[in-house]
Nanobody, 124 residues
Framework: VQLQASGGGLVQAGASLRLSCAAS????????VAWFRQVPGKEHEFVAV????????YYADSARGRCTISRDIAKNTVYLQMNSLKPEDTAVYSC??????????????????WGQGTQVTVSS
């Protein structure tokens, strides 16, 4: 499965962005799909996930209430809607797909398909 992340950009604090994770070579709805973000010198930070079983969604505390992860099965795409962006949200955002157990869904090591990342920069 190849993942293509897009939708990042340079925005002001308070703005919104919708990131897309489009898949090819496989059916994304058969995978748990997560968004992670990373800043230079740090490890991947979990943002949000939608599970393959039941389509349940989970969020990092920093994302809950401001972000929504969703699937478009027909488009083989997962989205991350981000609202009320803050400067501390600045990072490279990557999507990842896998079939982890529920207790591991926030762990980047359990995902085996990754998109290339899209830069989100939020100015104050």
């Amino acid at each position: 499965v190849q993942l293509q992340a897009s939708g990042g950009g340079l925005v002001q604090a308070g703005a919104s962005l919708r990131l897309s994770c489009a898949a090819s070579g496989g059916t994304l709805s058969t995978y748990t799909v997560a968004w992670f973000r990373q800043v230079p010198g740090k490890e991947h930070e979990f943002v949000a996930v939608v599970t393959v079983s039941g389509g349940r969604t989970y969020y990092a505390d920093s994302a809950r209430g401001r972000c929504t992860i969703s699937r478009d099965i027909a488009k083989n795409t997962v989205y991350l809607q981000m609202n009320s962006l803050k400067p501390e949200d600045t990072a490279v955002y990557s999507c990842a797909a896998g079939r982890p157990i529920l207790s591991a869904i926030r762990n980047s090591d359990v995902y085996y398909y990754w998109g290339q990342g899209t830069q989100v920069t939020v100015s104050s």
